[in-house]
């Protein structure tokens, strides 16, 4: 179907963001890839092997020792994401990452290195990329962009249900307070802060579902691709 374009997909944390990325991509037959998670590997990374964002700071040559890849699990219906050939997809979701990964990802010397890798994947196109700054660092020139955000407690709540769901133990008033701690850090950031690119259109998902988001973004999409292929 015509050219491909690239979604950059930003907003809060916890407001669905993957799940429509991941919609959109299926339903185009393109790439999915979760920007967040790589900030999360490197977070994982330092954690384990006791770096600190100073030490980063002073020998940004240590960040050439991170492998991130997205590997396809056996059905075929999922990407896993790997640090240096380890499955690390559920390690880096847990709270222990979330509590630092927003302050390890004001650091410039680490935006660059993953910001490289995050257009090295999208340099074909046909690509729907998640995070917070994809409409206006990684890639300005992103055909579509949606900015999405919900009230925060509807974040943390949503939140709350998924972990309890997998039957992880979760508190309710520490998600909320994470999510509120990452929407200050994000925002407020010098180095690439959240904000809503120009030519990106908002989503407020407070009071939609899954399939409704997903309904109105692909309807975009497919109004953007169409409109290429006429030019
Ligand atoms: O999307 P997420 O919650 O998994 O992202 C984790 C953190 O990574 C988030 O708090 C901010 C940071 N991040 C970023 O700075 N830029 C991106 N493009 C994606 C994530």
Not at 79 to 106: A, C, D, F, P, Q
Not at 121 to 134: A, C, E, F, T, Y
Not at 176 to 196: G, H, K
Not at 197 to 216: F, G, P, V
Request: net charge negative; hydrophobic share 40%; proline share 2%.
């Amino acid at each position: 179907m015509g050219r491909k374009i690239i979604v950059a997909i930003d907003g809060h944390s916890s407001c669905g963001k993957g799940t429509l990325a991941k919609n959109i991509a299926r339903e185009l037959g393109y790439m999915f890839i979760d920007s967040g998670a790589m900030y999360r590997v490197v977070t994982l990374y330092m954690i384990r092997n006791h770096f600190s964002i100073k030490d980063i700071i002073a020998d940004p040559s240590i960040l050439e020792d991170i492998r991130i890849s997205f590997e396809i699990n056996e059905q075929g219906d999922f990407y896993n994401t790997h640090l240096n050939g380890e499955n690390v997809e559920m390690l880096i979701r847990n709270m222990e990452i979330s509590k630092h990964v927003s302050k390890i990802s004001t650091v410039d010397v680490i935006r660059e290195f993953l910001v490289r890798q995050q257009r090295e994947l999208g340099k074909n196109r046909g690509v729907v990329m998640d995070g917070r700054d994809i409409g206006t660092i990684v890639f300005p020139d992103a055909e579509l962009k949606i900015f999405m955000t919900a009230q925060p407690e509807v974040r943390a709540q949503r939140r709350y249900l998924e972990l309890t769901e997998k039957g992880v133990n979760a508190d309710y008033d520490e998600i909320l307070s994470n999510i509120l701690e990452r929407d200050q850090i994000d925002s407020t950031r010098a180095n690439s802060p959240l904000v809503q690119a120009k030519d990106a259109i908002a989503l407020n998902n407070t009071d939609m579902t899954r399939e409704e988001q997903a309904r109105l973004a692909l309807t975009w999409a497919k109004g953007v691709i169409q409109a290429y292929a006429s030019e």
